[in-house]
């Protein structure tokens, strides 16, 4: 089946720092990349969507200039995160759609686990 | 948009079945349901969908009631390995984006 490859699935940075967090589809293409934020026990709250050749799409309070997003292929979706601070620390995933018509399903990466010191 | 309502946690016997309830009252007619699982600190992993037919794979089945607004997906054999956050999802209108609730988080234990 589909698979979306995440990586790094951990990272500790320093505060100030930046880190870019990657999502490749592997056999297959996506157009499309839905990019989530997980804090401890809470559920995945859509970050932005990010569209092949495209500006991405960002949920409202989500800053566009400290998360970046580019989808320059149809492959690879990248996530970096800017001067990231403490409060930046988190669960990151990614997400492609597959499928077509009404029946589409998602393919989840495992994501990535953020620690800003 | 169809919004999903789950038990906030359940638990279950290892080897029995687990049922996992889902209200989904404004379903439109067009939209399928899916449940997925994220076990801790991992991405979330399709376990199964369907649109008005039951359906089984095996991981799980999917009983979907009759007027569509609810469904209730059944682990038949629950393991350790089954605990973990079950979440329902009904497509949102005309979009794909997929959105979470809280999920049911699901203890299975010895």
């Known amino acids: 089946g589909a698979v979306v490859s995440q990586h790094p699935s951990r990272v500790i940075c320093k505060s100030g720092t930046s880190v870019k967090i990657e999502c490749r589809s592997l056999?297959?293409?996506?157009?499309?990349m839905f990019w989530y934020r997980q804090f401890p026990k809470q559920s995945l709250m859509l970050m932005a969507t990010s569209n092949e050749g495209s500006k991405a799409t960002y949920e409202q309070g989500v800053e566009k200039d400290k998360f970046l997003i580019n989808h320059a292929s149809l492959t690879l979706s990248t996530l970096t995160v800017t001067s990231a601070h403490p409060e930046d620390s988190s669960f990151y995933i990614c997400?492609?759609?597959?499928?077509?018509?009404?029946?589409?399903?998602?393919?989840f990466g495992s994501g990535t686990r953020l620690t800003v010191v | 948009d169809a919004k999903t309502t789950q038990p906030t946690s359940m638990d279950c016997a290892e080897g029995r079945a687990a049922n996992l309830p889902c209200n989904h009252s404004?379903?439109?007619?067009?939209?399928?349901v899916y449940w997925y699982r994220q076990i801790h600190s991992q991405g979330p992993q399709y376990i199964i969908h369907?649109?008005?037919n039951n359906e089984t794979n095996e991981m799980a089945s999917l009983i979907i009631t009759e007027d569509r607004k609810s469904s209730t997906l059944i682990l038949p054999h629950a393991t350790l390995r089954d605990t973990a956050v079950y979440y329902c999802i009904v497509r949102v209108g005309g979009s794909y984006i997929p959105t979470f609730g809280r999920g049911t988080s699901l203890i299975v234990h010895p």
């Open positions: 997400s492609a759609p597959t499928g077509g018509g009404t029946n589409y399903g998602y393919t």
């Open positions: 369907g649109l008005k």
């Open positions: 056999d297959f293409q996506a157009t499309t």
């Open positions: 404004t379903i439109s007619g067009n939209e399928y």
